[in-house]
């Protein structure tokens, strides 16, 4: 025999459904706070093989060079991170956006001034 609900009981199971569940609080402790630090401390490690980290040994160009560009490269680095954190984020989504491909754009601009071919005259 099927057992039918009452409309008391849809009504019920509706209001339930329809509750907001509370979203979880990020733990502080600090398993998880070397675990980000050390997600952070890989990309920046990688891109400063990237970057040319050992160009100056191999290639005889001069210190100062490697290092401006490895500082504009941290800086889209640190663009692209802004902009990860800004979709991942519930408030001020589009500000953290926006100020990350700023960023972004003045690496590139900074990018353009060391290899001698101005992006802006």
């Not at 609900?5 to 979880?24: C, T, W, Y």
């Not at 100020?99 to 005259?121: D, E, R």
């Amino acid at each position: 025999m099927v057992k039918h609900r009452r409309f008391s009981d849809k009504q019920q199971d509706e209001k339930i459904e329809q509750q907001e569940i509370p979203s979880e609080k990020i733990p502080s402790d600090l398993k998880s706070i070397i675990l980000s630090i050390t997600k952070y401390a890989y990309i920046v490690g990688a891109v400063a093989l990237l970057a040319g980290i050992f160009t100056p040994l191999t290639l005889g160009v001069e210190i100062e060079n490697v290092v401006y560009g490895m500082l504009s490269i941290f800086l889209g680095l640190a663009g692209g991170i802004v902009i990860f954190l800004g979709i991942k984020s519930q408030k001020l989504t589009t500000i953290m956006i926006c100020g990350g491909s700023g960023i972004m754009f003045v690496s590139l601009i900074l990018i353009y001034q060391l290899t001698n071919n101005p992006f802006i005259n």
